[in-house]
């Protein structure tokens, strides 16, 4: 068995080195035969150079360098676009996916699986950001069309049919938990004990979790667009209701005093939902904005081996067929 372990970096100078010597240790256990591919995402410290030293002393790891920062699931596509392995593994370079599943995993696909996923426990996490996550599950199930479990992330071992199906998806927004979930196949889940990270900081701030966490509501359902009319028609008829209301109320009564208070009510209410249903419609216009410009998912400047990795990988129709670009040799 030929196994390709890929690998997305930014800004990791730090760990590279102890990973190296990690998978160094590990993998021959695993498999017989294999390789692993660092994709640099434009980090800003010396990563690229440790890639540089790293694929020269070792054969056996290759580099892809992007042109500058596309992204953690552009980075991962990038490294699936070139691993050739019969079974290739996804995991970070922070050692927070522990390279000892992967013995565990690989041994899951004899048995039919075609994905084997790693799921964590969220032990040592602070209590608001574990019950956020939590939440944040339960809601996205109930309008998604895809089931994501919590703690799955992007460690997981895959088989060609299986990487071949993912690269057969050629959108440029990517949520890759959906897109796992999406393909489908026979999946073993393996569990595991939350690791701190090794070395380095994490790029993952309350800014760009929300930002996924939206690209996960939005990437896989209209169910928001159908929201709003529901709710939309909810508020159109009370408000009738409450005109009629107002006008039966100033035939029997009469109008005492303008009701001010009823008014800014009405429009600052109204005006809330408008403009969020305009943000719901701009963020689907915005991802068709995208789409329908057709650029590549991620650029490649340097790589490592004799012959280079173009610069653009196609992807979608492209690769339907199973026909993918030969990566360079290391």
Not at 20 to 37: G, K, M, N, Q, Y
Not at 52 to 74: C, I, V, W
Not at 204 to 211: C, I, M, P
Not at 260 to 277: I, N, P, S
Request: charged residues 20%; contains cysteine.
């Amino acid at each position: 068995m030929r196994l390709s372990v890929v690998i997305p970096c930014f800004n990791e100078e730090r760990g590279l080195a102890q990973l190296h010597e990690e998978l160094s240790r590990v993998l021959p256990e695993v498999a017989e035969d294999f390789e692993v591919i660092l994709v640099d995402d434009g980090s800003a410290d010396g990563t690229l150079r440790e890639l540089r030293a790293l694929a020269e002393s070792d054969p056996r790891f290759t580099y892809l360098a992007l042109s500058r920062n596309f992204g953690k699931e552009a980075a991962m596509l990038a490294g699936l676009s070139q691993a050739h392995g019969e079974v290739v593994a996804i995991m970070d370079a922070d050692l927070q996916h522990p390279p000892e599943l992967l013995g565990q995993m690989t041994s899951l696909l004899s048995k039919g699986y075609d994905q084997v996923v790693a799921r964590r426990t969220r032990h040592g996490e602070p209590v608001l950001r574990k019950m956020v996550s939590k939440l944040y599950y339960r809601v996205i199930n109930k309008v998604v069309d895809v089931e994501l479990e919590d703690g799955v992330g992007d460690f997981r071992v895959l088989t060609r049919r299986a990487v071949q199906a993912l690269l057969s998806l050629g959108e440029y927004n990517r949520f890759s938990k959906g897109l796992f979930a999406w393909i489908g196949f026979d999946t073993a889940v393996v569990d595991y004990e939350n690791v701190l990270r090794q070395a380095g900081d994490s790029a993952w701030t309350f800014r760009k979790l929300l930002n996924y966490g939206i690209d996960g509501v939005v990437s896989f359902n209209n169910r928001p667009l159908r929201l709003a009319i529901y709710l939309g028609g909810l508020v159109t008829a009370l408000s009738f209701g409450y005109a009629a209301w107002l006008l039966v109320y100033a035939l029997r009564v009469g109008v005492a005093v303008p009701g001010y208070l009823t008014l800014m009510c009405g429009v600052l209410g109204l005006g809330g939902l408008q403009l969020l249903f305009l943000g719901v419609i701009g963020e689907y216009l915005g991802r068709i904005y995208y789409e329908s410009k057709q650029r590549p998912h991620f650029l490649v400047k340097e790589s490592s081996g004799a012959r280079p990795v173009p610069v653009t990988v196609p992807l979608g129709r492209e690769t339907a067929g199973g026909q993918f670009l030969e990566r360079s040799a290391p």
